[in-house]
């Protein structure tokens, strides 16, 4: 409700109206012991009828009063809410009368501070959550995050890990949030802050044991069949343990990994180098271009650990980046110091399903063509790219 309807009310035009009001107040906030439903719903209708033409003075004092009603008429309450937050004010830091309905109601049609108190409210419900994110302002999504009585769900999630691209200051509160899954970690890494980072790989990462053990013999079932079915390869290689790529070192100019962040150390990495340490580490150009581009660096831990680079290779390929390592003699440049802490912490197997993750997502599940040729079509997206985890997550990182 608009500030200046309510300024341009009529005032009370008699002393009779004045009591009048206070009158069915006190009637309507009666305990249910003392007065029949049939009266309060009727004296409600009396009442919300002369709230509409009175001042915010009276409403506030109605609202003041309902506010601990369980019993108040809930149209009357819907009305006093969505009025200035002077008036709605009580209620929505009190009332407990409201439903799920009532509060998504008031979020769409409140300002921003009945936005606020609402986010701040206990015990909160999914769909009232959801119509808080919906809205998109920073400031009540960090009230919704903020509060631990407000759960949120998946597809809220999804939403908020997309807002976070444009507002990565969300991004350490949606870390701490018990809601937040692997996907979601790994997509809101590339515009994390470091410290987010580290969270996200030493929290978020899993070590796949168990589907490596129990996917065995699909893999020597998928390899009798010369790996000819795209669904399953794509699924495998993601699980799979080895790392390094045996076929690209047989068929590379450089006799190892190894070799080849020697040889970008000594002249400097390029587009090709690029390809080729991508290919030795397993893994896709478009996914070696992503973490050897990334300014943080923490992904380049991830690619030295997980391929069982030792840690004078990190310094290398920091090198071959043209990247410092020290500031000054002896004193080493603070994002090369958190890069070798960030390599030191890691686990071999976190650091392979990491990069696994992303060369899943990013590489294998990214088909920049293929999204061209439906939105250039207008055909409507189909269930991969509306349901895929891998799908939302390219979609997230390289955009739509």
Not at 141 to 166: C, G, H, K, W
Not at 294 to 306: F, I, M, N, R, Y
Request: include cysteine; proline fraction near 5%; glycine fraction near 4%.
């Amino acid at each position: 409700m608009s500030e200046s309807s309510q300024s341009s009310a009529p005032k009370p035009q008699s002393a009779a109206q004045d009591a009048l009001v206070r009158r069915l107040i006190d009637v309507v906030a009666m305990p249910g012991s003392r007065i029949p439903p049939q009266d309060r719903a009727m004296a409600g209708d009396i009442l919300l009828d002369m709230l509409l033409h009175v001042t915010d003075r009276e409403r506030y004092l109605c609202a003041s009063r309902l506010a601990v009603c369980r019993d108040a008429p809930r149209r009357i309450l819907r009305y006093l809410a969505q009025c200035s937050f002077t008036v709605a004010r009580p209620l929505l830091e009190e009332s407990d009368a409201f439903d799920a309905c009532d509060l998504v109601e008031i979020v769409q049609n409140g300002t921003a501070e009945h936005r606020s108190v609402i986010a701040r409210r206990r015990n909160l419900c999914v769909s009232v959550t959801a119509s808080l994110v919906q809205v998109g302002e920073p400031h009540i999504v960090r009230e919704v995050l903020a509060n631990r009585n407000a759960p949120l769900s998946e597809a809220t999630f999804d939403r908020l890990i997309a807002l976070s691209r444009e507002e990565p200051s969300l991004c350490p509160v949606l870390a701490e949030r018990i809601e937040l899954r692997a996907s979601h970690a790994m997509a809101m890494f590339w515009w994390a802050d470091s410290a987010t980072r580290r969270k996200i790989l030493t929290r978020h990462a899993s070590e796949r044991s168990e589907m490596i053990a129990i996917c065995r013999d699909v893999f020597e079932m998928a390899a009798a069949e010369g790996w000819s079915d795209p669904v399953s390869r794509k699924a495998l290689q993601l699980i799979e343990r080895r790392q390094r790529n045996r076929g690209a070192i047989e068929r590379s100019p450089y006799d190892s990994l190894e070799g080849a962040v020697t040889a970008a150390a000594a002249s400097g990495i390029d587009g090709e180098l690029v390809q080729e340490i991508g290919y030795l580490a397993g893994i896709k150009p478009v996914t070696a271009a992503k973490i050897l581009s990334d300014p943080g660096g923490e992904g380049l831990a991830v690619l030295c650990k997980s391929t069982g680079l030792k840690r004078e290779y990190v310094r290398m390929m920091w090198t071959a980046l043209r990247r410092p390592i020290e500031d000054a003699p002896g004193e080493l440049n603070p994002v090369f110091a958190n890069v070798a802490e960030t390599y030191e912490v890691l686990s071999v197997a976190k650091a392979q399903t990491t990069l696994r993750y992303w060369n899943w997502s990013l590489s294998s599940a990214y088909s920049p063509g293929g999204l061209r040729q439906a939105q250039d079509m207008g055909t409507p997206a189909n269930e991969e790219m509306e349901y895929s985890t891998s799908q939302r997550t390219a979609r997230l990182v390289f955009g739509n």
